[in-house]
């Protein structure tokens, strides 16, 4: 068992829908989670940064992280075709550094205008 | 725009040949990370570099070496190349090893 699974996917929604991209992990001491936006041959571009339980919001995005059902989750609020790309999540551990962010595998979304 | 520039952004070469990536850091970032990333394996870490100094290692072949050099820039060697090798190959950095991590475009190796 992978310590993050997420969703492959793909996904597609219509335009201006709510998205909801969804991560567990089996691993309790991650306390740090992040989520990356990858356009297609691009490098993943760091979108949300979260440490804990608890929400944070940013313009159309939100971050959730639930650590009693080790679940996290980003919301893409009045979706664009902007939006199209591979969501990624990443967690670690706060006695690690970023060598040991652990990657989900990336979930495909395509935002159908 | 992340502030990490890697170069190139494409690259053929043959079997059995070598190449060198090179990335530059944010400005002010002291970390850099390596990160391969293929189809069918996700975002894979190589190797990480602090201050010029190799910190943490991952999933690096031996056929694989990296530096980092005084002005922060880092390089990563590929030699004795394989089909297999093919794959993007993302630097990113952070400013310390425990804050946010920004990655560069990557280079997309093709090995024929």
């Known amino acids: 068992q992978k310590e993050v699974e997420q969703d492959p996917g793909p996904l597609s929604v219509p335009e201006g829908a709510i998205v909801s991209l969804n991560c567990t992990y089996s691993?309790?001491?991650?306390?740090?989670f992040m989520w990356y936006r990858q356009y297609s041959r691009k490098g993943p571009e760091l979108l949300m940064y979260t440490y804990s339980s608890g929400n944070k919001e940013d313009g159309r995005f939100t971050a959730q992280v639930d650590k009693s059902s080790k679940y996290i989750s980003l919301f893409i609020r009045d979706s664009q075709p902007s939006d199209s790309a591979t969501y990624l999540c990443a967690m670690r551990a706060p006695n690690f550094g970023n060598e040991k962010l652990t990657f989900g595998t990336g979930t495909r979304l395509t935002i159908i205008p | 725009d992340s502030g990490v520039t890697q170069t190139p952004k494409h690259l053929i070469t043959a079997t059995g040949q070598r190449v060198t990536l090179r990335c530059s850091p944010r400005?002010?970032?002291?970390?850099v990370y390596w990160y391969q990333q293929s189809l069918d394996q996700g975002l894979q870490f190589l190797i990480q570099?602090?201050?010029?100094?190799?910190?943490a290692k991952g999933n690096i072949l031996e056929r694989f070496s990296a530096q980092q050099f005084p002005d922060l820039h880092s390089e990563l060697n590929l030699s004795s190349l394989e089909l297999g090798d093919s794959a993007l190959y993302f630097c990113?950095?952070?400013?310390?090893?425990?804050?946010?991590?920004?990655f560069g475009q990557g280079t997309r190796l093709t090995v024929v």
């Open positions: 400005s002010g970032d002291l970390s």
């Open positions: 691993n309790s001491a991650f306390q740090y």
């Open positions: 570099y602090y201050n010029g100094e190799e910190r």
């Open positions: 990113a950095s952070s400013l310390r090893e425990d804050t946010e991590a920004f």
